[in-house]
């Protein structure tokens, strides 16, 4: 079965712009959840949505936004981007039901450099 | 404050020799943890979930243990094919549904 799709794989920005991100899940789950990674921090947990709805948000300021489609593909936002953004964007996708049995299936996630 | 640190951060095996990585944790009742792999360029993968102390599970030449307070993957006659980052999670009674990761464990291991 197919895995997890995210798109751009790629990407470099100018501080300031915004930027969208993309994530399609593995078909039947209902559940996207997006980690930001770097060196220093780890994975880091910035919201889960399912069913198109945000179930769990984590510390990061507003200008990080996402959301939900009936298809359970989720975009993720991120205004007036700064340096420290850059990083490895991975999205999660798991049935949403519980933790579970299976962990989650990550996507390869988007590179994002801000310059 | 729930936290997970790994050790050691990097560890350089030669073809065969057997190891272990720590995962030690603190969590307000653990609902789970999880081992995941990460090769470079791609996403985590997923490995085991252990729930209870004393469980044990096995995949090929690695095997999960889990204690009240850390968790340790044992590496048995590891193959270059074993080099990659090791990842722990775990997920406590609060926090929601979230994970909470360490910074992993960059293993090499040396044909």
């Known amino acids: 079965k197919a895995g997890v799709t995210q798109t751009p794989r790629y990407l470099i920005k100018t501080r300031g712009q915004q930027v969208t991100l993309s994530c399609s899940p593995i078909?039947?789950?209902?559940?996207v959840s997006w980690y930001q990674q770097t060196p220093g921090q780890g994975l880091q947990f910035l919201f889960e949505?399912?069913?198109?709805?945000?179930?769990n948000k984590g510390n990061f300021p507003g200008r990080f936004s996402g959301r939900q489609f009936s298809n359970s593909r989720s975009e993720m936002n991120v205004s007036t981007l700064e340096l420290g953004d850059s990083a490895l964007y991975l999205c999660?996708?798991?049935?949403?039901?519980?933790?579970?049995?299976?962990?989650?299936?990550f996507g390869s996630g988007t590179r994002l450099t801000v310059v | 404050e729930d936290q997970v640190t790994q050790s050691p951060e990097a560890l350089r095996l030669q073809e065969g020799e057997s190891s272990s990585l720590n995962c030690s944790y603190t969590?307000?009742?653990?609902?789970?943890l999880f081992w995941y792999r990460q090769d470079p360029g791609k996403g985590p993968e997923f490995l085991f979930t252990?729930?209870?102390?004393?469980e044990e599970k096995e995949k090929e030449r690695l095997k999960a243990t889990l204690t009240k307070k850390e968790s340790f993957l044992h590496i048995t006659a590891p193959k270059p094919e074993d080099s990659a980052t090791y990842l722990c999670?775990?997920?406590?009674?609060?926090?929601?549904?979230?994970?909470?990761w360490g910074l992993g464990t960059s293993l090499a291991v040396n044909p």
């Open positions: 999660a996708s798991s049935t949403g039901q519980e933790l579970a049995n299976y962990g989650y299936t």
């Open positions: 078909s039947g789950h209902r559940s």
């Open positions: 949505y399912f069913s198109e709805t945000q179930r």
């Open positions: 969590v307000s009742g653990l609902r789970g």
């Open positions: 252990l729930y209870s102390a004393g």
């Open positions: 999670a775990v997920k406590g009674a609060g926090n929601n549904r979230k994970l909470i």
